[in-house]
DNA sequence: CTTTGTGTTGAG
DNA sequence: TCAACACAAAGG
């Protein structure tokens, strides 16, 4: 399948010469139809997606469609529901399919990484499987604790006193009369909420109102948070909740850029075994 | 050796 | 943000 084609028009001296130095294939190859898509010199098919004025790499294929439907997943992950894709449908409902919980429950180093080592369609597929059995027994959340169906709240951007000394973080009050009533948290256990990690760490946080600055807060169990997770000012913490009857609340994080290399403190600040071999964010 | 995927640039 | 291009680094 090596389609090793030449753009149309191109200049057609091909020199084939492999002479030690120099002697480059300086053929044009054909571009790609798609999206996040581009050809290899040896007649495979790259796929890549930028964030943040950085390329990321999402691997090497054989077929170009192949290679087209590794950005769209990777798209959907890093831009939501509604990005733009070469075949997946853009809706904008409520994301509730399988797929979309599965993207929703790892995080975007997972899912490049998969997609790198060519297993993403086998782990949803594990994924889905796994979903289905979970109406048995009340212990199937024991393997995958993170994986439910679950709508995104709000986002914030933690501000320098959210992760200062203040231990607290505020909730924009918009988002916060929306998706988390004051009332939802004191009646049941004196306006304590737990919130769910990508890890299936629960985290509980005081969640009240304060009148002196008329805002709402997490208070108790947030340093505790911020430290754990090395949170800096301007990280994105982002609060979803689950879609079922259940309540259950999620909270992720990410670093508001890739500049400020992550893994090592990361690491270091315990937690995050998660992330893989791969250096995603960080050049060679 | 072959292939990846990074460095880089310039267009949109 | 994006793909084109060249090629050094990575992999076998």
């Known amino acids: 399948m090596s389609d090793y084609s030449w753009r149309v028009g191109g200049t057609s001296g091909i020199s084939d010469s492999e ?5 480059v294939y300086l053929r044009k190859l054909t571009s790609s139809k798609y999206k996040g898509v581009v050809p290899q010199p040896n007649g495979r098919w790259g796929a890549q997606i930028y964030e943040k004025h950085r390329r990321i790499w999402l691997g090497t294929f054989n077929e170009e469609g192949e290679a087209a439907k590794a950005y769209d997943v990777a798209a959907r992950r890093f831009r939501g529901h509604a990005a733009l894709t070469n075949f997946m449908v853009s809706g904008k409902g409520i994301q509730d399919d399988i797929e979309t919980t599965f993207l929703n429950s790892h995080s975007k180093a997972e899912i490049v990484d998969m997609l790198r080592k060519h297993t993403y369609n086998d782990e949803l597929e594990q994924s889905a499987h796994n979903y289905g059995s979970k109406e048995s027994g009340a212990d199937v959340m024991e393997s995958k604790p993170s ?57 509980r946080f005081r969640y009240s109102f304060w009148n002196s600055s008329q805002s709402y807060v997490l208070t108790k169990g947030w340093r505790r948070f911020v430290k754990e997770k090395n ?12 879609t079922g009857s259940d309540k259950r609340l999620f909270i992720e994080w990410e670093q508001r850029d890739s500049s400020r290399k992550p893994s090592m403190k990361q690491v270091e600040s315990g937690q995050m075994v998660r992330l893989f071999g791969v250096n995603l964010f960080s050049k060679s």
């Open 147 to 203: 994986v439910c169906e679950r709508v995104q709240l709000f986002d914030k951007a933690v501000t320098p006193s959210d992760v200062g000394k203040l231990n607290r973080m505020v909730i924009p009050k918009q988002h916060a009369e929306k998706h988390l009533p004051l009332q939802l948290a004191s009646s049941s256990k004196g306006g304590l909420l737990n919130f769910e990690d990508n890890g299936g760490k629960i985290w």
């Open 231 to 242: 949170l800096k000012a301007g990280d994105i913490v982002s609060f979803h909740r689950s």
């Open 19 to 23: 002479n030690g130095v120099g002697a």
